[in-house]
Nanobody, 125 residues
Framework: QVQLVESGGGLVQAGGSLRLSCAAS???????MGWFRQAPGKEREFVAA????????YYADSVKGRFTISRDNAKNTVYLQMNTLKPEDTAVYYC???????????????????WGQGTQVTVSS
């Protein structure tokens, strides 16, 4: 079992920055981690993923160059640094833990077994 708790969401103006954190507990060894988001009336979409072993990362095209995913295995925490935020980034952000062979596999929501409760990010124009 893995428990995930997100924090760091909030309200920010367009062009601003936020850093989300996801604290994991339980059997986290070997798990890949990802961030997803869901806006009202839309499906949950992939944002970024990071592998356990090499720290390889992968991003959705919509956030590439603006967002950075990282992890601190000693602290069992994954971060999502979000810069140059846009109103279309407004959503509930979820972190997730799962197992995938390659980080590209981490784009698939079905690869994840555990999910956090989500944290709201609102970007005003």
């Amino acid at each position: 079992q893995v428990q995930l708790v997100e924090s760091g969401g909030g309200l920010v103006q367009a062009g601003g920055s936020l850093r989300l954190s996801c604290a994991a507990s339980g059997r986290t060894f070997g798990t890949g981690m990802g961030w997803f988001r869901q806006a009202p009336g839309k499906e949950r979409e992939f944002v970024a993923a990071i592998s356990w072993s090499h720290g390889s990362t992968y991003y959705a095209d919509s956030v590439k160059g603006r967002f950075t995913i990282s992890r601190d295995n000693a602290k069992n925490t994954v971060y999502l640094q979000m810069n140059t935020l846009k109103p279309e980034d407004t959503a509930v952000y979820y972190c997730a833990a799962g197992t995938f062979r390659t980080v590209v596999d981490g784009t698939n929501v079905g690869r994840y077994d555990y999910w956090g409760q989500g944290t709201q990010v609102t970007v005003s124009s």
